[in-house]
């Protein structure tokens, strides 16, 4: 089983829909999570932390259920501008393993919004 | 605030070549990485700095070696280029505990 897992999508949607995505991780002793957003060709941004509770910034919302181990994002009144690939992000082994302080990057799961 | 550079912003490369893609970073961040985003494939571990002196080896290591002289830097070297290594390449800091990381333009390498 991959360490992160996403639909790839894509996922077409007018403006002003809202949309969510999931995301499944591996490892049950990951600590922290986070949203990456990624447009063509150019490096992947980071847009929110994802905290046990719940966070919200704006128009974007991410959950986290760690007994199931997933994770997601829900974007409302999508812009024309969210269109971009967003990639799920977990924590990996510890730093004393042998990959630092390792972030496992899901391959990203891509949005239109289309007027 | 540059946050991170990275040079060159993109390299036609011979086979066989020797090529050296630069990394700086002004944070202060302790540690350091090197990914490969292959189309497919998503964002690769290719080598990890801790900290300063210190590096190791992610999932795709072979035919990359690294340094960290210094706290800012952390070039990546390709030794003989081969047309695999054709890629996209992202330098990327972070503070010592898992934390978010943060990115560098990158560099498109094209290996001939």
């Known amino acids: 089983r991959k360490e992160v897992e996403q639909d790839p999508g894509p996922f077409n949607v007018p403006e002003g829909a809202t949309v969510a995505f999931n995301c499944t991780y591996s490892n049950s002793a990951s600590q922290s999570f986070f949203w990456y957003r990624q447009d063509c060709r150019k490096e992947p941004k980071l847009l929110m932390s994802v905290y046990s509770s719940g966070n919200e910034d704006g128009r974007f919302t991410a959950q986290l259920n760690r007994a199931s181990q997933y994770i997601s994002l829900l974007i409302r009144d999508s812009k024309l501008s969210d269109s971009a690939t967003y990639l799920c992000?977990?924590?990996?082994?510890?730093?004393?393993?042998?990959?630092?302080?390792?972030?496992?990057f899901g391959k990203g799961t891509s949005l239109l919004v289309t007027p | 605030i540059a946050g991170i550079t990275q040079a060159p912003t993109s390299q036609i490369l011979a086979a066989g070549r020797r090529m050296t893609l630069r990394c700086t970073q002004d944070?202060?961040?302790?540690?350091m990485y090197w990914y490969r985003q292959d189309l497919g494939l998503g964002l690769r571990l290719i080598h990890y700095?801790?900290?300063?002196?210190?590096?190791g080896k992610g999932e795709v290591p072979d035919g990359y070696s690294v340094s960290r002289a210094n706290t800012d830097d952390f070039p990546l070297t390709l030794a003989s280029a081969v047309p695999s290594q054709t890629s996209v390449y992202f330098c990327?800091?972070?503070?010592?505990?898992?934390?978010?990381?943060?990115f560098g333009p990158g560099t498109r390498l094209t290996v001939l």
């Open positions: 992000v977990v924590n990996g082994s510890s730093a004393n393993s042998n990959s630092g302080y390792a972030l496992n």
């Open positions: 944070m202060r961040h302790n540690a």
């Open positions: 700095s801790n900290t300063a002196g210190t590096t």
């Open positions: 990327a800091s972070s503070d010592s505990t898992p934390a978010p990381q943060y």
